[in-house]
């Protein structure tokens, strides 16, 4: 089943998300929370990449990179609609290899139910 990935708007949203739960891992830190008024069709989850990791094309391979394996946890089946999530980017995520990274992220959000 395809999902259509929509990312978090509205400031109140982010700032509530990063009050609640959070997973921590080498590749990314996760933040969880379920918000009200969430359409439970569509998945909420926002990439973030400081600036501290590099030039923008540095930073939008970062997050092109996480978007394409939060797509296939999708496509596995393996994440809860029920809530949305906020993920920031460590600068590992760049340098290492692309099944090692989604591996551990689908570790994490089987660990979120």
């Not at 590992?92 to 570790?107: A, E, H, P």
């Amino acid at each position: 089943m395809k999902s259509k990935i929509v990312s978090l708007s509205k400031n109140v949203e982010f700032l509530s998300l990063l009050n609640g739960k959070k997973i921590v891992n080498k590749y990314s830190t996760i933040f969880y929370k379920k918000l009200k008024n969430k359409n439970y069709h569509y998945l909420n989850v926002s990439f973030v990449a400081k600036k501290k990791l590099g030039n923008a094309v540095v930073r939008n391979k970062i997050k092109r990179r996480l978007k394409n394996m939060i797509n296939g946890i999708i496509n596995e089946n393996k994440i809860n609609f029920d809530y949305c999530y906020l993920l920031l980017a460590k600068k590992n995520v760049f340098d290492d290899d692309f099944q090692k990274i989604k591996g551990i992220l689908t570790s994490d959000f089987k660990k979120i139910k």
